[in-house]
């Protein structure tokens, strides 16, 4: 029953342990363990579809997906790479920043994951794309990011698309809904749940929510209280069903320097605090040596 993955577990493996921290890229460990988990019961429980994602940038998420995909399985990646490529319209704040390039994308899916066959790049915003351009290239999508433009109305059209294609046993998790940076993300969300039952949300990581179809709510809630590394920490009514707010079990001393890092570095100033430190602790041992020389 269970399917065939397309490239072997130990890739997925050491991409989960080391290589995603090397892709330059926004995918947080919770969420990296969060999508492993739900893939990896996808293949044991034999659903099949297409995976995909819209905003690839350099490919840090992309690949986990590619890793998590089974042969012969289509893949489809849409991002339009460019400045240029946008309107007025449909520029979001970030983009000086959160621009990648597509040979970048392309070399790092070889680094990390391997040759796919079966991918379709759309080198264009996901508004020129329509469900059945989709479906053409690939079949019914079982696991799909969105996390391209990230004002509301490209998120509430990118949940349209994409529910359009999901398959029955599909997943869907959306970028930043509670990132104060982006705060239309979840206008955009809000908008959707609230004019459709199509979806539900029953998962809460850390940048992340996961959304699936009402009947297999209770399925994936299972799968993720299941998983030994995911720590269900509490259970909130969200939309009108209860939804896991998922943590995390550190493991290795590397994990605890990663997570000081990434959360150190949402505190403003916080280099130049160390720095003042530093600084202050060279004064004081110079200071010091100087004492015992007079
Ligand atoms: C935050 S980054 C995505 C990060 C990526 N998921 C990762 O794993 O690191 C946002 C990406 O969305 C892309 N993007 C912006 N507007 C888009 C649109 N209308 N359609 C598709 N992609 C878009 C940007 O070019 C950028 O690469």
Request: with cysteine.
């Amino acid at each position: 029953m269970s399917a065939n993955r397309r490239f072997s577990q130990s890739s997925l493996d050491i991409y989960m342990k080391l290589g995603h921290s090397l892709v330059e890229g926004w995918l947080h460990p919770i969420d990296a363990r969060i999508i492993s988990a739900l893939g990896e019961y996808q293949t044991k429980a034999g659903i099949k579809g297409s995976v995909g994602e819209i905003g690839v940038y350099k490919g840090r998420l992309f690949i986990l997906l590619s890793l998590l995909s089974h042969e012969g399985e289509p893949l489809f990646a849409i991002d339009p790479f460019t400045l240029e490529a946008f309107e007025d319209d449909v520029v979001d704040a970030s983009h000086d920043k959160v621009i990648g390039s597509i040979n970048d994308f392309k070399t790092n899916l070889i680094t990390h994951a391997g040759e796919i066959n079966e991918l379709q790049i759309f080198n264009c915003s996901s508004h020129m794309l329509k469900a059945e351009t989709l479906l053409d290239s690939a079949s019914q999508a079982r696991l799909v990011s969105i996390d391209g433009n990230h004002s509301a109305k490209f998120v509430y059209s990118d949940l349209c698309l994409i529910s359009e294609i999901l398959d029955e046993n599909g997943i869907i998790m959306i970028d930043d809904v509670f990132n104060p940076l982006y705060p239309d993300v979840s206008v955009g969300l809000y908008k959707y749940l609230y004019h459709s039952d199509d979806l539900k949300p029953f998962c809460i990581g850390q940048n992340k929510v996961y959304l699936c179809r009402q009947e297999a709510l209770t399925k994936f809630r299972d799968v993720l209280s299941l998983d030994k590394n995911i720590v269900v920490k509490t259970k909130m009514e969200y939309f009108g069903v209860e939804v896991d707010i998922v943590d995390y079990y550190v493991n290795t001393y590397r994990e605890v320097f990663y997570f000081l890092r990434i959360n150190l570095s949402q505190v403003q100033g916080y280099k130049s605090f160390l720095l003042r430190m530093v600084h202050k602790s060279i004064e004081h041992a110079i200071r010091k040596s100087m004492t015992h020389l007079r």
